[in-house]
């Protein structure tokens, strides 16, 4: 199954750091490499099944994430029935190369675009990115995938608030494209998912999905889907420097970034 045939989007390199200039590279490299990878049946993509609801307390020493102001980012434009406004995701190459690599290349072809957050969970999880989710059949939601999939990469990072893995078919080596972003701590998913990153900005607009109307069993399409579409508008490529050159600009000229809609 691959997706829908996108016009790519022209990017802009000349203020993007080495490392972005790295991870395209290895992301060009992946895609020479693509093969038919699509399983004949359905499968499902999971983000650890429901282990929220066994959350346990782990004991672990403390993890230094990898700073860079050249990190490129994952910025994520969101339109819903309860919250507009954008996710800032800081891409760590150094968790994982090639996963980052594979999100770098998917959302330069405008991939992630016009797809939906199809499962919502609060207390624990948005997962989003399936290409599926852009027909009008909810019942597929959660089941499509890149016809790449690549190596599991999983590090000592720990599944904490605004920390963004990468779901799976439920077998080792089957990480697609669909993400996941946690709204809580839950060490239950430490070192099960590979880690691309973490969220830098909106955080309130993950907050404010989660208070979306969701389908809890299953009546329309998988459990947990919002009732209505949590639309990822567009998806485009920076660097922290540009993120963080941004957020001055919106402080010098206040702006509302986020703005959550009344009940209606």
Known sequence: MSPAKRTPRCVTTTRIGGLLIAAIAAATTLACQRAETADAQ?????????????NSVKTASVFVWPDDPNHPTLNIEIESPVSTGRISIEL???LAPQTVAQVIELAMDAYYDGTTFHRVI???????????SRDRDPGNDGQGHPNLTVEDEF????FVRGVVGMGNKGR???????????????????????????????????DAIMTVP??????????????????????DIGTQTQRAEAQDESTNHPDTTVNVLADR
Do not use: C
């Not at 590090?155 to 720990?158: K, N």
């Not at 972003?181 to 993950?206: C, F, K, P, S």
């Open 92 to 94: 760590i190459p150094k």
């Open 122 to 132: 609060p207390g624990f999880m948005i997962q989003g990115g399936d290409p599926n």
């Open 42 to 54: 359905s499968v499902s993509i999971h983000a650890a099944g429901n282990t929220h609801e066994s």
């Open 172 to 206: 080792k080596n089957s990480t697609g494209g669909q993400f996941f972003i946690m709204q809580a701590d839950n060490h239950n998913l430490d070192g099960r998912y590979t880690v691309i990153g973490r969220v830098r900005e909106g955080m309130d607009v993950v």
């Open 214 to 235: 969701i389908d809890r069993i299953g009546r329309w399409g998988p459990r947990h889907r919002p009732i209505e579409n949590i639309v990822i508008t567009r998806v």
């Open 155 to 158: 590090s000592a990072a720990p």
